[in-house]
């Protein structure tokens, strides 16, 4: 019996961290603790704890795996209430050891970040500490899932660590996540107005956290195991119901399915996670607007999340192509659309386009063309194909006509409307073969599933390479 009230006393006080008034600090700073983060998102009594008698009070890190929607799922959550999270020898091998278990089982990870980094007193072993991180890190890109949220301090080779993940959420009332410290660190450890966007990685921004508690639920719904999972199908009926609003998204979208990601940047272009008929989904659209190099980014990143994990893509295509500005040129803009038509045609998830309204040169081939990345092409018959802006193809075409009429102006009008009706619609594009078929809004959610369920079994032949020239 003596060991046995050993063990309970040990287990008791390593759920305290560091102590019962540290955890009031941490409540007073509108953030849980580390076991309350991992209760909040694991299924209740799944969660078992591998190493919680590991040095004191588990060492600063709580890890261990359990269940979240039935599925599997690893987790590793820092303890700000012990020694703020610091990272040292210990607690660092723990990350190191369930980081290696997901692999290994091939199950997603959650990583929760909350530390003032790394234990200073360690020296250059610290380096070890985090070398072997983001060595693993790195390691488990593409395989498995990973997603980290973000609840207090995230700064340094943290940030690299959290920035290679698939997905980043952010409770923004009471995080940090930059590569250097802050000037504001000399005041407190939270320092909201430091978080940068992170555009290797996808985010999702909530005021508080239990908002971003419950979006990683919603997303593991999303996300398959591993990179040789088939894609998931909601099992619950009540999924497939629709939203009676009239957005587009809405219109595709299972009830309440839809995640978000990069809202906060690159506003020219939707990214989204959703359940089509309970078939997982990534959505792109376009909203009328040029894309800038934000956008283009956004657009790349989304795209190289669904095609390492089987996601089936949509492109809902109303852009009037790239933006034409000098400072969007400096910036990058050839460099980034160059990058997403590279990531569209790489990506060998089932992909199909929708043409809802302008798709214009350059903007149809990235987005919207199956001769260049997409299975199947269809278009509503509002939609507007052209060369480019056709406004000016017209002129360009007709410039003689119009210089030799009596009126140019008059002349230049006549002429832009007559080609805008003749030349400009779905179904001169489908009569050369851009456009597979033109749909009504009425039957578009069938007919995508329908286009999407038959592609599941796509498969493609490609070229041995070790990587492409892009990342």
């Known amino acids: 019996m003596e060991g046995l ?24 700073l509108n953030k849980n603790t580390s076991r309350e983060r991992i209760i909040a998102i694991f299924d209740e009594g799944s969660f078992v704890e591998k190493g919680g008698l590991f040095r004191e009070n588990s060492a600063g890190v709580v890890t261990g795996y359990g269940t979240v929607g039935g599925r599997l ?6 303890d700000f209430t012990l020694r703020g999270g610091a990272i040292d020898r210990y607690n660092s091998r723990k990350i190191w050891d369930i980081m290696e278990d997901a692999l290994k089982m091939g199950a997603p990870l959650i990583q929760i970040f909350d530390s003032v980094g790394a234990a200073l007193e360690e020296g250059l072993e610290s380096l070890v500490s ?50 250097n410290m802050s000037e504001a660190k ?24 239990l908002q971003a508690l419950e979006a990683v639920k919603k997303l593991l719904r999303h996300l398959p195991d591993n990179n040789l999972s088939l894609p998931l199908i909601a099992k619950d009926k009540e999924m497939n119901i629709v939203s009676k609003d009239g957005d587009i998204l809405s219109l595709l979208s299972d009830e309440d399915s839809m995640v978000e990601l990069n809202a906060h940047y690159g506003k020219a272009v939707t990214t989204a996670l959703i ?52 400072e969007e040129e400096k910036l990058g803009l050839l460099s980034a659309a160059s990058r997403t038509m590279y990531s569209l045609i790489e990506c060998s998830a089932p992909k199909i386009s929708l043409i809802t309204g302008k798709a214009y040169g350059s903007a149809f081939l990235t987005l919207g063309s199956k001769d260049t990345a997409f299975d199947f092409t269809v278009a509503w018959p509002e939609a507007k194909i052209c060369m480019g802006e056709p406004e000016n193809v017209a002129r360009a075409m007709y410039r003689k006509d119009i210089m030799s ?26 009569e050369y073969g851009l456009v597979d078929d033109i749909i009504s809004r009425e039957e578009t959610r069938e007919r995508l599933f329908s286009l999407l369920d038959m592609l599941q079994s796509k498969r493609e032949i490609s070229y041995p390479k070790k990587r492409n020239n892009f990342y």
């Open 5 to 28: 009230d050993e063990l309970r006393i040990k287990r008791e006080k390593s759920d305290l961290g560091g102590g019962e008034a540290a955890i009031e600090r941490q409540h007073s």
């Open 73 to 78: 799922v690893f987790v590793y959550s820092q």
């Open 130 to 179: 985090y070398g072997g991180i983001l060595k693993r890190a790195a390691k488990l890109s593409g395989v498995i899932p990973v997603i980290s949220l973000i609840g207090g301090n995230c700064t340094g080779a943290q940030a690299i660590a959290a920035s290679i993940s698939d997905v980043v959420i952010l409770v923004e009332e009471n995080c940090s996540l930059n590569l």
């Open 186 to 209: 000399t005041k407190n450890y939270i320092d909201s107005n430091s978080v940068k966007t992170v555009k290797t990685a996808l985010q999702i921004k909530y005021n508080v956290e």
């Open 275 to 326: 359940s089509l008929y309970g078939l997982t989904t990534g959505v792109l659209c376009t909203r009328g607007e040029a894309l800038d190099v934000e956008a283009l980014s956004k657009i790349e990143s989304f795209i190289r999340l669904c095609n390492n994990f089987n996601i089936s893509v949509i492109s809902i295509v109303d852009t009037p192509g790239f933006a034409v500005s000098g």
């Open 405 to 430: 009429s009596e009126v140019p102006k008059d002349r230049e009008k006549e002429l832009i409307a007559e080609y805008e009706k003749e030349a400009v619609n779905p179904f001169k594009a489908a």
